[in-house]
């Protein structure tokens, strides 16, 4: 991997000619007739030009590394991965890059001297209507065809189809169950994973533990064997694998780290044999999701070490423990004996002590990386654990039932549109899941706020097109639209969603929502909705 510092050296050079191109075209673009203006696409051109360039400079791997997942991507639909009926396709990019916000920053901003994105001219609804409407009509698209363009400084939907008609979001609900979670949480928010004294003793810090009865080991004399319980908050991106070069504060929380302090602070009170309980009672009601068993998405448990992956994964399908629970305990039980602790017999469900003393702790990304990983990838267990999380902070079920009553009351405490949402599950897997093309663009109208920094990461974890996420398998070879828009996609038979934000040719930032349902090409209406999502980028529409 190359030294941060000189991969920030090749990516400012491409950003300064990322915008040199851009403001050039956007200078070109704004002295051109409208008619002219519909026929180039200039400013797609030089942004695509520009990102190509700063994607070649930095062949490096992003924060969450080892490959993008592209859900929704065509060539993971024909492989077979994946089981169950319905669900989310989901393969691994082969071509990882940093994502690209200066260079997108820049060539969202005005030309020197100009008026800025605020004082760029609005999109007319008739402008863009002459644009959008013919490409709604591509029969790739499904019976049902829905649309909602709003413009960010004005705050208003400038372009609207059947825009409050609630319709399958596929996986575009998770920017829902973001703007939850940070609204409930906040974005600095961590989830804890603790190891708690089994035996309700106060320990070194005699915080509480989860309510329950305990399961007591009891002390045995000279052989200091004791009883600890391993809690877990439901952090889903918890890790038992060995951590991987780069600063400590970008990395999840380990297993491993968590290991290490335990067996250090046990030592020092001169333990050096326990048995080992695991707590998994902070999320309730059933945890399979309604598909069944699939690789899309382990079970949901409020203890699990990475996503329950059953090979050597980080995104994409793959099979899935059904235990992670279990397996999670048993990967901690492994390092702590690697640590001098003996672990005597196998790890067994407990219930936290009341007034457990803890022993050790370890802590999420903030809730803001979490999100982003979240969108970026269309991580379905981390969104059904962000949906549990907002569940918690509202005292209601850790369940599918109260995760989804928690969401739509977040929403509904921000005064979104939200007649016919329904929200079945987290990760948008379950097809009874309702929203519309008005409340998707209101989420990202809140996002991309300056009103709302509390939301930032909804807008930083989308894809950018043709180069992150789940879009880097989508505008094949650069195409139009691709590093201008940033979307987060949404698939499942029959169903094709696209949501996200863009600058027009003009300066001015918008967001969209293209929702589409009974499609038969999954390919071709992928197209069409990235199309649409081009057309806006490239538009004027006045």
Request: net charge neutral; proline share 7%; with cysteine.
């Amino acid at each position: 991997m190359p030294e941060t510092g000189s991969w920030q050296v090749r990516w400012q050079s491409a950003q300064r000619s990322a915008r040199a191109a851009g403001d050039a075209a956007l200078r070109r673009w704004r002295a051109a007739p409208r008619r002219t203006r519909q026929t180039w696409r200039l400013t797609a051109v030089s942004a695509a030009t520009g990102l190509a360039v700063a994607g070649g400079a930095v062949a490096v791997s992003g924060p969450w590394d080892a490959g993008q997942r592209t859900a929704e991507r065509a060539a993971a639909a024909g492989s077979g991965s994946g089981s169950g009926s319905g669900g989310e396709r989901h393969g691994a990019a082969t071509d990882p890059v940093r994502s690209a916000p200066p260079v997108l920053s820049a060539l969202g901003g005005s030309a020197p001297g100009g008026p800025g994105r605020a004082g760029a001219p609005l999109p007319t609804g008739a402008g863009l209507a002459e644009v959008l409407a013919p490409l709604l009509k591509d029969p790739a698209l499904g019976p049902l065809r829905t649309a909602s363009v709003r413009d960010v400084a004005a705050g208003r939907e400038v372009f609207g189809v059947r825009a409050d008609e609630p319709a399958t979001p596929a996986s575009t609900v998770k920017l829902a169950v973001a703007v939850a979670a940070l609204s409930a949480l906040g974005p600095d928010h961590r989830i804890a994973t603790t190891v708690v004294d089994g035996t309700g003793k106060s320990g070194k810090s005699g915080k509480a533990g989860q309510a329950g009865e305990a399961r007591d080991g009891g002390d045995t004399g000279d052989t200091g064997k004791h009883s600890i319980i391993l809690v877990g908050g439901g952090d889903p991106t918890l890790t038992a694998r060995a951590p991987k070069p780069g600063p400590a504060a970008d990395r999840p929380a380990n297993l491993r780290t968590l290991a290490e302090d335990t067996a250090r602070a046990l030592k020092q009170r001169g333990t050096t044999t326990v048995t080992l309980g695991y707590d998994a009672s902070a999320y309730s009601g059933p945890d399979q999701h309604p598909i069944g068993p699939n690789e899309n998405i382990a079970p949901v448990s409020a203890l699990m070490a990475d996503e329950a992956r059953l090979d050597d994964s980080e995104y994409g399908t793959a099979p899935r423990d059904a235990a992670p629970a279990v397996a999670a305990a048993r990967a901690f039980a492994g390092q702590l004996r690697e640590r001098g602790i003996t672990v005597d017999g196998d790890p067994a469900a407990a219930h936290a002590p009341r007034q457990a003393g803890e022993i050790a702790t370890v802590r999420s990304l903030p809730l803001a990386a979490l999100v982003e990983r979240m969108l970026t990838h269309s991580d379905n267990d981390i969104a059904e654990g962000l949906a549990r999380q907002t569940a918690i902070a509202a005292g209601k079920p850790a369940s599918f039932a109260g995760a989804g009553t928690a969401v739509r009351d977040a929403l509904a405490a921000r005064h979104l549109p939200l007649t016919g949402a329904v929200f079945a599950d987290g990760s948008g897997l379950d097809r009874d899941d309702r929203v519309s093309a008005g409340l998707l663009s209101r989420l990202l109208l809140d996002a991309s706020s300056d009103r709302h920094p509390e939301l930032r990461s909804v807008v930083t974890g989308l894809p950018v097109a043709g180069f992150t996420g789940t879009l880097s398998g989508r505008y094949p070879d650069k195409s139009s639209g691709a590093g201008t828009v940033r979307a987060k996609t949404g698939t499942l038979t029959g169903v094709n969603t696209l949501a996200g934000t863009v600058v027009d040719a003009d300066g001015r930032q918008l967001v969209f929502a293209f929702m589409t349902s009974g499609t038969t090409d999954p390919q071709g209406a992928q197209k069409a909705l990235d199309t649409l999502a081009s057309a806006v980028a490239e538009c004027g529409c006045r």
